[in-house]
């Protein structure tokens, strides 16, 4: 015969949000339309994105340009008559 194996926390049994991560985590899981973001994380976040953009698009134009397709040489011909 088997033992049914104890349990050492009660955390799956509670019902209600104690302030616990595990019981906060399975409330946020559950009620996705009532957690946000704080105003301040949403706005430090977009003033990161803008940075991270604006770095980008510099590197891009100082970057060296690479021909990486040779142009024909020839450009007034347009073909051989």
């Not at 033992?3 to 926390?9: E, F, L, M, P, V």
């Not at 949000?17 to 973001?37: A, F, I, L, M, Q």
């Amino acid at each position: 015969m088997t033992r049914k194996k104890k349990t050492r926390s009660l955390a799956d049994k509670v019902t209600l949000r104690t302030g616990r991560r595990k019981d906060y985590r399975k409330w946020r899981h559950e009620n996705p339309d009532e957690v946000t973001s704080s105003r301040r994380f949403v706005q430090k976040k977009r003033q990161q994105r803008k940075a991270q953009a604006a770095r980008k698009q510099a590197r891009q134009q100082d970057a060296p340009r690479l021909d990486i397709h040779e142009r024909p040489k020839d450009t007034d011909k347009k073909g051989d008559e």
